[in-house]
C-alpha cells in the first residue's frame, strides 16, 4: 500500500487568467509543491538540508502527462492527493489528482528522478537511483 | 503543410529555482504564449478582439504531454517552434519543440478548445467546434 | 478600530530563486492575495460576484512602498496581517506586514481604487468612489 | 552621465488577471529581469559566474516604491528603461521606468544590495560594499 498526502490550495485572483479561470501552469507550480509536500510528510528532510547529507538538490520533472476536467475559479479551495504510482530504477512516477469537493479538476502522472550535483561539473545534474532509505520512508 | 511560428525567450533569474535551473512551470507559461503566438502570426486576432466578435474567449489546455530533456538556466536563449499537428472537430493538438540552439530541451503536445461564454451562464466556458476561418489562416 | 485579517502562506520549492530564497515578486502575490482575503473576511463578497452587482472588478493597485527585512527560504510558513491605514475618498491605503513567527519580514503600503468599467469604452477601468457599504463593513 | 538599458516585454495572455490587465507582480518580475539585464549590458557577468570569482550570489531588493500609472493587456509591448539613479557604501537605487510607446505605465525606485554567501553559515546571504570594479563598469 502506497501513501498518499493532501495539499489544500486556495485559489487567488491573481491566478487566474482574463478568462477568469486558474491559468494551468499554477496547476503544475501546484502539483510541484504537492511532489515535495508528499516527501516532507512521509519524513523525508528539505532538499536543502538533503544536500549537506547526500547530496540531492531535488526532484526535477522529466515527463509527464496531464489531463484538465473541470476549471476553477479565484475563491474557491482546490485539493490535491499525491502518491507514488510505481518506483523504477532512477526514476519514479508520481500521480497527484486535483479535486474541488468531489468533482475531479486534474489529473498528472509526472516522472521525475533524484539528481545530485555532478562532482566535475557543479553546474550540472545527475540522476542517481533512487536513494533506499527515501522509498522506505514513503512506502 | 502546416505553418510553424517561432518564439525567443531569454531566461531569467526570477525563471530559476534552487537548483538553478527553469522551474518548470515557466515552460508551460512560455508555451501557452507560444500557443497565442502561433494563432497571431497566422494573422488570428486576439481573443479580446474576438469575444467581441465570435465570442471567443482563449483556447484552454485540456491535455498535455510534455517531456523535458535537458534543464536551462538564466541568461541563456531558447527558441519555441509551435505548430498544428491535428485538427479535430471540437479540438487541435499543438505541438511545441523547445530548443537552445541545437539542443531540444522540451517538447510538448497539447489538445486544446476553442471557448465561448455559455450564454445561459456566463460563468462557464463551452468548447465550440474549430471556426473553419481560423482553420483556414492557420494552414 | 481598524479590522486586521490573517492569511499563512507555506513557501514553497518553487518561489524560491538561485539564491534559495523567496523570489519577491511572490511576496506581491501573496500580499494582493491578503488585499482580496482581507476583504472576504470582512463579509465583502468576491469582485466576480459584484461585478455582477455594483460593477466593481477589482482593487487594482496605484502605487506601494514595500521594505524587505529578513529572507525566507521554502519548508517555512509566513503570515500576512492585513489591515486598512487610511481610507481617502477614491483611494484606501492598505498595509500588511509579513511576519515569520516573531521575525518581520516584509511591509508594504499598497495605494488601491475600486474600479469598474467604462460603460462607454468596457476595455478601461475608472476608478470610482469608496462605496460606503464596503467601507462599512471594513470598519 | 550614467548608463541606462532598455528591455523590452511582449506582455501575454497569462501575464494577466480576470480584470484583464497585467497582474501587478509580473511588473516586479520584468523589472527584476531589467535590473539584472542592466549590469550584463554594462558588461558585468551573470551572478552564476561571480559566484566562482568574487562571491556575489546576486543583487536581492531591500525596499522599492513603485507608481502604477497606465494599465496594460496582452498583445501590447513595453520597454523598461533602467539606470542607476544613486550609488551608496552598501546599496545602489536602481530606477524603472516602463513606456507603451509614449505612455508612461510604471515607475519604480529600488534599493538593492551586492550579497555574498556568509562563509561561517552559507545559508545566510550578507551584503558587501558595491563592488569598485563592477561600479566602474557602470558608469
Redesign the interface.
Known amino acids: 500500500m502506497t501513501k498518499t498526502s493532501t495539499l489544500d490550495i486556495?485559489v487567488?485572483?491573481?491566478h487566474?487568467?482574463?478568462?477568469?479561470?486558474v491559468?494551468?501552469?499554477?496547476f503544475?507550480?501546484w502539483m510541484?509543491?504537492a511532489s515535495?509536500h508528499f516527501f516532507?510528510q512521509c519524513g523525508v528532510p528539505?532538499?536543502?538540508e538533503m544536500t549537506a547529507t547526500n547530496g540531492i538538490?531535488?526532484t526535477?520533472?522529466?515527463?509527464?502527462?496531464?489531463?484538465?476536467v473541470k476549471?476553477v475559479?479565484?475563491?474557491q479551495r482546490i485539493t490535491i492527493s499525491t502518491s507514488i504510482q510505481e518506483w523504477r530504477n532512477k526514476v519514479f512516477l508520481q500521480r497527484h489528482e486535483i479535486r474541488r469537493g468531489e468533482d475531479l479538476i486534474c489529473e498528472s502522472v509526472e516522472t521525475r528522478a533524484f539528481?545530485i550535483r555532478d562532482p566535475q561539473d557543479p553546474?550540472r545534474?545527475r540522476a542517481v537511483p533512487v536513494p533506499a532509505d527515501i522509498r522506505a520512508k514513503c512506502e
Open positions: 486556495d487567488r485572483f491573481g487566474c487568467d482574463p478568462a477568469g479561470i491559468f494551468f501552469p499554477n503544475h507550480r510541484d509543491a515535495l516532507m528539505p532538499w536543502r538538490v531535488g526535477p520533472l522529466l515527463e509527464h502527462h496531464t489531463r484538465f476549471s475559479t479565484y475563491g539528481v553546474q545534474l
